[in-house]
């Protein structure tokens, strides 16, 4: 039986995948499993204020208390958890995926994501539900609360992370796309509160049109917005903003691993870069680890997902990890990717400097990257299957330190990745298609 929860808790088309029972039973899971004060926030579904419904229930029918903080970020949501004292906070959201998915995912009372085992223990009750004798009767079953002025409270907190370094955005003109997702009620506000003149796209939402070509995923619409508004510098969130890209007043476009550069260099150059080292997966692009080795930052890499990065970061207490997509921790202000902290950060880090975001981004070259993903009858056999590491050892001797390669399986399909990265895009695409072609036949 395939497990409930995936890299990002439990996920799938909603009311048939990801249906209300599931919501109700997980509902219940979080006040047994992590106590009766429970938050929960939502990005912009239409099926949120069902599974929401659906989840609230299953925690009162515990005799928990739901606190409902609405429509909130991702990280809206971890730090209210904190601030507000709760058990737990659960997100209702499928993050960058279509509006036809939706998600659930839970914050333990610090504000981190469960860790595996604790996420087997709320399957199980899922599977087998709760026993009637086990269940609170009449004035014993919980409340639902509103939680007035959420998106005030991680507003505000945003902005304090910037006015607390003496920085503002007076004179920095920015062009927004909040991918008719949660950062519509927050990314805007904070970046006005701030002093910069904020021109949004998208900030309207019908529930059926997160992340429909748009926001962080589909960079277009904040292209076009650039051009013809002149803006300095380009934001795009993804449905739940934990995550965001930028974009220069050239175009350019600046991904999770410039990011991470520019405000690892910041942090060290002011003496807060714990340990002078920065967390990454193996996916980031060989040019960050360069940068990273030039100015004197170890850079440790984890396996792909955020709560990869922000495990390494909380066993050896480094400040800054993040990826290329745009997921960035910053644990001195958050406990999970904040799309809208790492925006703010970065622009900090440009007005210290006195530089635009192009020529901050700079620090980094990016390396011709192509990925290759190879339709497989048996990903399980990769490990043992030798003509494939031969053939990867081949190519990573060839290439030497001018490149690398990365083979791994896909967590959710029948998927061989495999990934080349060189100094000479047409090394790079040769050396991938070469290698896809060797795993195509063998698996």
Sequence with gaps: MARLFGTDGVRGVANTELTCEMAFRLGQAAVIKMG??????????????????????????????????????????ALLTRELACDAGVVISASHNPPEYNGIKFFDAQGFKLPDAVEDEFEVIVREGVPAEQMPAGDAVGV????????????????????????DFKGLTVALDTGHGASSLTSAEALRALGAEVIAINEDFDGTDINVECGSTHLGPLHQLMQESGADVGIAHDGDADRVMLVDADGGEIDGDMVEAVCAIDLKERGLLAGDTVVSTVMCNLGFVHAMRDAGIA??????GDRYVLERMRERGYVL?????????????NSTGDGLVTALQFLAACRRAGKTAGEMARVMTRFPQRLINVRVKDKHALPDCAPVWDAVKAAEEELGEDGRVLIRTSGTEPLVRVMVEASDESVANSVCERLAQVVEAEL
């Design 36 to 77: 009766k004060s429970i938050l929960v926030g939502k990005d912009t579904r239409l099926s949120g204020d069902m599974l929401e419904s659906a989840l609230a229930a299953g925690v009162m029918s515990m005799g928990g208390t739901a606190l409902l903080a609405g429509i909130i970020p991702t990280p809206g949501v």
């Design 144 to 167: 639902a609360i509103p939680v007035e002025d959420a998106c005030r409270i991680y507003i505000d907190h945003a902005v304090k992370t910037v006015t607390d370094a003496g920085v």
């Design 299 to 304: 850079v440790e890499q984890t396996k792909v």
């Design 321 to 333: 990890g993040g990826e290329q997509s745009g997921h960035m921790i910053f644990l001195e202000h």
